[in-house]
Each structure stands twice: as structure tokens, then as C-alpha cells.
């Protein structure tokens, strides 16, 4: 799916706010009531997320998601793999309010 596809299935969720929405990449907030339907979205494109895990990130998806933040505990990250190699990932970031959700989402 390509990335436009997949800012169009999360822009129909109708986030509280799109805080941007570019060529390559795509960040917005929702509430904690939505976190479930977003999940069901977002493992329906990606699948299943590969952070958090019990294995360690390669050195490349490190760098590749430090440039938005990097990841910690609490958080989810998504990889899409389009036959060679990674094409676009998702996160989701908690706020420490409890009641929102980031999601950051970007084309590789």
C-alpha cells in the first residue's frame, strides 16, 4: 500500500489533529478512546508491530526512527516491508496525560 493510501485510511479515522501531513510524512493525535480502532488500522497495513520486542532494533531502523523522536518504553512501531526492504513505518506515542495519542508515520 503505498504511502498516500495510508495517510488517506488514517486520515478517515478523523484524528483531533493533523499537526502535519507532507509528501513523506504524516503526524497526528488522537484520543485514548480511539487508540483501539487505530491499532486495528494500522496492524491491518503494517501488521504486527515490531517494537516493543524482545529483540534488539537493527542499527538501520534505529537511525531511521531517531530522526522523529527515536522510541522508549510505552511506545509502538510499526515497519512496512514491501518486498525489499522497508518502505514506511508508524509509531505511537503516548502522552504522559494518559488521554492522547501521537501517531508519527513516514515514508522510507
Do not use: C, H
Not at 496492524?43 to 530522526?67: H, R, Y
Not at 510505552?74 to 496525560?97: E, H, I, K, R, V
Amino acid at each position: 500500500m503505498e504511502f498516500d493510501r495510508i495517510k488517506a485510511e488514517l486520515k478517515k479515522r478523523e484524528p483531533d489533529t493533523i499537526r502535519m501531513d507532507s509528501e513523506n510524512y504524516f503526524e497526528a493525535v488522537i484520543g485514548r478512546a480511539r487508540l483501539e480502532e487505530m491499532v486495528r488500522v494500522l496492524e491491518g497495513i503494517f501488521g504486527a508491530p515490531v517494537w516493543p520486542s524482545d529483540k534488539k532494533l537493527s542499527k538501520d531502523t534505529e537511525k531511521l526512527i531517531k530522526n522523529v523522536g527515536g522510541l522508549r518504553k510505552g511506545q509502538t512501531l510499526y515497519m512496512l516491508n514491501n518486498g525489499s526492504g522497508a518502505s514506511a513505518f508508524a509509531m505511537l506515542w503516548p502522552w504522559q496525560d494518559g488521554e492522547r495519542i501521537t501517531i508519527k508515520m513516514s515514508k522510507i
